[in-house]
């Protein structure tokens, strides 16, 4: 007798169905994210990222880290609309003024304590001191800002509405890329010296 | 004189227009679905599906079968958001307690009559018996269920807002698969024996 | 002892999740469809609908009926991305070319026989005679038609990727409209007494 | 001199820009969420959420808590397709099996540890003991469940890909509603005694 | 001294955000669109599309060019869900009636003028002459029309909600298609005759 | 004889189609758009905008103007994803750095030129000089600019992937709201002294 053979006849074709589509990060990547992963070379280890564990670097200028769990570093997340960010502050700590291109950011603090805020289009400012358990929600595409807020290390998590959501920060676009002095200066009002010493700070070229 | 010809150049390039994506599904697919098949290669017969023209075989131990016209039985439905099944239920059958993890379902009754119904996550019931010609929507992700009300065959015809909408059956899930017992057992205040028994029949290990 | 109760805390808010929204259909709509109607007044009637019990009127000079069943005359189905309609062609019934504005269609026949097809945007031509148990798909915004194919009434049930697919009619939208004869003659070709003929039949003025 | 003033020429209409759309969680739901509060009357606090700085209370049979910062609860969220939750699981607490119609969830766990895993629609069972600082992820829809795998109190944050994710725990949604017991039975394959038992445990009435 | 390296320590990974998908347009698709080019190799020149400059050809029997900037024909648009296209009207000058099967449309007149109109779901017909400096939207999948309204060129452009827009001329699929004359007549109304006339001008056959 | 009327019957409710949604700009937003204006109220200006016939005024700080038809001017595009603007750039005129929160932009350069560029997130650097007929295209959320690159008034016309595309103007967001000077400084690396000589110029406090 085998019953489970007989009921398996019911639905012969569901295991194609798509639940999930882990990221093969080595293919060409299409609009929608990653090409997916044999199903059947699938373990749960695609599904768990490790990443977090250790605190990251913080001994930089800006005394910060931030330590993605985007689709690249967790191809679990591949086409979802979700993932995920570590944030460490260390004593003094910022995470410059950014913004993420496509999506949306919710911050949860676990230590420590942040200053954080964003800038609205109407150019409305939204800022405050979160505290361990706090929760602060950041629109996709505006500038927004982390500053450590005590004298110890702070420690935050963002989520975020992509698994791909994008990372700009503003003076490093400015002053670390190629763009011109002569193009940031007149596109910013920035006085000419400003933007020539912190394209020497942050590796700016032209 | 060639009027069609000239007519042509108002558009040289609107063969490339994707009107559709047929399924190639014989390569790794995307999180939005299937690479599409050459439009070149595309006839007709990629338009239409021939699989429910006889009943399901419902000689089993549920007494029903669903026959699927998902993007993976029918590539033509690829990206398009849509897709069909087919349910028979014998006198007595039933499609056991199930989800569809990523879409809406309406099911139309084209024979018989069928008692249907869902639970919301507010836990509210909600469930009757249709006849033929009687429509009923399933919203994405809620428990629901089939089971024929009459002492014929039933038929019904699923419509889904996905074209690979899934299907998980609460028990073949639960009863059918690796899941350890123990941890059923925890996770469903179930009792150990009740989990035995359902996975000698189900066919479940560990 | 109330063990309920106790479970119940897990989860204050559980029931104010969106499981579905069934539409007001008396208040303004918005850009995703109707508001939804109050959770606690939804009876398992709001996600049924019975106006598919008996065959269209199709005593009219295209021999054929179309019976919505979208969102304005199945509340339940509002913003949940599909939708379906009753196919009624008597012998010699047609549904003349037409085209769904935003969703795909899938029509499946369940009695008699229908000649149906589409023209794609690189003008390519699909179509073939349909049966009973056929599927054929139609992808969104193309023109397409169904022509019964036998000497007996056929019926058929579309369903469309959205809750409000729309449905226009290409020669009821010239012929039957106010667009004047001379705006009509010069952007489809058709001769002056063609379209004056044609206005008489359909109900068009100017 | 106003050059400031003479810059806002530039964009007279900027601020009605929709960077964000508060809920106003007293007004009737659309298929898109709630409707905005008016931007003149958001603050900061808005965009802030303070509901996760104490434990749940897990004295409760599963000895777990979930407290959802969902828009309901954090406004904020509304309409920007992402929420949380924290997750309390106590010595032996268990979040029963459950799914969530229509989100993704990634969890990270903070404190202690927990088994956590899911099934997919092909009935693969993928579940392992994540530490502080493991991530995991849940496909929409899916059957999932975490358990408190030490013996000290563990805490963890589920991330949605959805400000309404909704929560269904299977045998809340079966032996906590009115589902009447003949129909788990037939749907399940459970035997009468073991639903009645958990009836009386779980406030099931019929 | 290297800030910038200690820099970029903080975002090991940025670099393979997805903020474009530049199409590879010998690949084959995607329901979401073209592969995406290696950022690699992508250039400056990826994001700008020339074929604007001249005015289209309108030696033909139209007297209108219809130049596309669509994914296929600007792959720097691929995925981004929007696409532009060049009108150019001579004096007596029309583009037919037609449909985009996937995108809404906005036209501004740069130069002449230009009567254009669409009509809708509901047969009600909306129709104006435009001036230089006008906008006009067409929403999706609606037919629609431009006539050139002075006795000199007119140029407008079309700006499109989708990168692969489509574009279904209602005579040209009609009359210009492999569409047999009997399906057209009875599908549209028009007589034998007049299907026939237009056939041989369009380029149809059967 | 009616034979309109009986035509009629096939559909009785296809008036009801959501074609379109006119925004009515007076009552309160949802997250996908303005609510509908009744479709009895709505007229063929309704789809139209005339406030691009004229340059905008360009006697400001920054010689140029921005003059938007996003939803809030254009009620007409209300949920259709899309939306223009037109871009006036005097001898010397400059459209500061800013981004578009959530939308894609394509750049149409009508007369003179005009030097664009944007910045990856990556940092990649991509700009060139624009002359009449040039597009070039840029994604979503990322840093971009125009600048006048002739003698001449240039007007370029800008489309976006949102009907409420929103744009925030990098300098003016920190130097022209209320963002305190100290947090510009320590998220920027701007010098105090840069930062207080522009709040002087851009109007803003604190």
């Known amino acids: 007798m085998l019953p489970f053979l007989l009921l398996l006849l ?13 990221g093969d990060i080595t293919a060409p990547q299409t609009p929608s994210g990653y090409h997916c992963k044999s199903p059947t070379k699938v373990t749960v280890n695609d599904f768990i990222f490790n990443g977090f564990e250790k605190p990251g670097n913080t001994t930089n200028i800006i005394k910060a880290a931030v330590s993605p769990a985007f689709a690249a570093q967790f191809p679990g997340l591949n086409g979802l609309g979700i993932s995920l960010a570590r944030l460490d502050l ?16 919710v911050l949860l603090i676990v230590q420590g304590s942040i200053l954080a805020g964003f800038i609205s289009s109407s150019n409305s400012v939204y800022y405050k001191t979160l505290y361990k358990g706090d929760v602060m929600v950041f629109p996709q595409g ?38 011109p002095s002569k193009i940031i200066e007149v596109t910013t009002f920035l006085d000419h010296a400003q933007v020539k010493k912190l394209k020497a700070v942050l590796g700016g070229v032209n």
Do not use: R
Not at 90 to 105: M, Q, W
Not at 153 to 179: E, H, K
């Open 10 to 22: 019911l639905l012969p074709s569901s295991s194609t169905a798509l639940d999930f589509c882990v």
């Open 90 to 105: 260390a004593a003094g700590g910022v995470v410059p003024l950014h913004t993420h291109p496509s999506a949306n950011e």
């Open 142 to 179: 505006l500038l927004h800002f982390q500053i450590n807020a005590g004298g110890i290390p702070s420690v935050a998590y963002a989520s975020f509405s992509s698994s791909d959501p994008g990372l700009q920060i503003t003076s490093i676009s400015l002053f670390g890329s190629s763009l």
